[in-house]
């Protein structure tokens, strides 16, 4: 094959077949920067005297690679992947609230948020946004994340913008706003706390290089070890993770020749709830070598995880049709840990009238009380029209479960569709980020991670 492009042609890459071995059907054609990994581009069912790609897929399915034996997934901690990081308390379209954040008006316009992690344990898609604006406690942010299915509880990380230079003690990352009112006490760093753990540069320039070790750090400051191999400038992304994987899980030897089908990998791991953790994925030939690990795809993601007797549990209501006015109409939740309600979050298909929903508790199953103040307007409200997805957590004074007692909803006025009331509850924090207030007596199970590929 020759590469007949010519430096005019921008966005455009030809390439010249000179001969197809007999009995060729079609072909599949891959590209990459690297020939460690590419990708998949485009297809044929014929044998063409050349191939053009007009576009350039980054990231697809890869090459048959005759070397595949196994898949191993590897965790670690993710100790600092954005300035903050906060459960979602509300969304609606283009917007995201954070509950009391005191923000300055804009103070976070111009950067990136993600949300790693969904509250609803499902499968999530990688959702990075753009901050337009922000008032005291939302972000306005494009692309729509109500569109994109982003829900209360979901784990938002606001990232880094980067200022990159050296001095007489090398070359630096530095961002003021390590520094801010969401971040731990909002000091920023600990003096020289990072030293001997990594950062890793994810998205925009450098992309890919390093991880580089930690040699010092100030409170918004963070000195790395050697040079740059790419220079990082303010479009680049990065975190800060430990220099070992705590976590690794190997498949046995496999053989699969459907390029559509999923692999699934379940890791199990204790001790990270509500952490964040990095998971990558890589390939191992027959003698144990891993592929490169720069090469290799890396995700983050947040453990909510299930702590056995301690920890956080969600009591999730459903309705699927038309709501009925009364109490106990649906299933009851057993609860499953001690502690204090956190919070509540409720959404529906659509609202006819004002909906009015309580949710009651029993220690015996005899006797019931709300775990809201007296009065409706105190209880789940969701106005009539609302579309968006609400939060709520304004729970009456004293209010305590105990492992064995029950919860149930109470319908109490109002008609809408498809409703979900989620509860969450426990001795944790219900803050992301922060350990759970409670004496592990063993240690806590969180559950694991399934990977699909």
């Known amino acids: 094959m020759t590469d007949d492009s010519s430096p005019g042609d921008e966005n455009t890459i030809s390439v010249e077949v000179h001969q197809w071995d007999a009995g060729t059907a079609g072909y599949v054609a891959f590209a990459g920067n690297t020939p460690n990994r590419l990708s998949y581009q485009s297809d044929g069912a014929t044998t063409p005297s050349s191939i053009t790609l007009n576009a350039y897929n980054e990231r697809a399915w890869g ?88 829900a209360v509880g979901d784990a938002l990380i606001m990232r880094s913008v980067p200022t990159v230079g050296s001095d007489a003690d090398g070359n630096y990352i530095e961002d003021a706003k390590w520094a801010n009112i969401l971040a731990g006490d909002g000091t920023g760093f600990n003096e020289d706390e990072e030293i001997g753990r990594l950062l890793r540069i994810i998205a925009g320039t450098a992309a890919g290089t390093g991880p580089y070790r930690i040699k010092a750090n100030t409170a918004t400051r963070v000195y790395v070890d050697g040079e740059w191999a790419t220079t990082p400038d303010e479009t680049s992304i990065y975190i800060i993770e430990d220099p070992e994987w705590q976590v690794a899980t190997t498949t046995e030897a496999l053989n699969n020749a459907d390029s559509d089908a999923d692999l699934q990998l379940f890791i199990e791991i204790e001790n990270y709830l509500q952490k964040t953790v990095l998971v990558q994925v890589v390939t191992v030939d027959g003698g144990d070598n891993e592929s490169i690990a720069p090469l290799s795809p890396i995700r983050e993601t947040y453990i909510y995880g299930d702590s056995g007797e301690a920890g956080l549990a969600k009591a999730i209501f459903g309705i699927d049709g038309e709501t009925e006015i009364g109490t106990d109409l649906g299933p009851r939740h057993l609860v499953r840990t001690n502690g204090v309600p956190h919070w509540v979050s ?61 919860l ?28 759970a207030a409670a004496d592990f007596s063993e240690p806590a199970k969180t559950g694991g991670i399934l990977v699909t590929l």
């Open 63 to 150: 090459m048959p690679d005759v070397e595949f034996d196994r898949m191993r997934v590897k965790v670690k901690r993710a100790q600092h992947s954005g300035v903050f990081g906060q459960p979602v308390d509300g969304v609606a379209e283009n917007e995201i609230t954070i509950n009391a954040a005191e923000w300055e008006a804009d103070e976070w316009a111009g950067r990136i948020c993600s949300v790693i992690a969904e509250v609803g344990l499902g499968p999530l898609g990688v959702l990075n946004f753009s901050v337009i604006s922000n008032s005291d406690e939302t972000l306005t942010l494009n692309p729509d994340p109500w569109a994109a299915g982003v």
């Open 346 to 406: 409720v959404n529906a298909s659509s609202v006819t009238t004002n909906l009015i929903q309580d949710i009651q508790y029993s220690a015996d199953g005899v006797t019931w009380a709300s775990i809201f103040d007296d009065g409706n307007e105190n209880k789940v409200n969701l106005p009539a029209g609302t579309t968006e997805q609400l939060s709520f957590t304004g729970f009456k004074a004293g209010v305590e479960f105990a492992k064995g007692g029950l």
């Open 408 to 435: 149930r909803r109470d319908v109490i006025a109002g008609k809408a569709e498809d409703v979900e009331l989620v509860l969450e509850y426990g001795a944790g924090a219900g803050i992301y980020g922060q350990e």
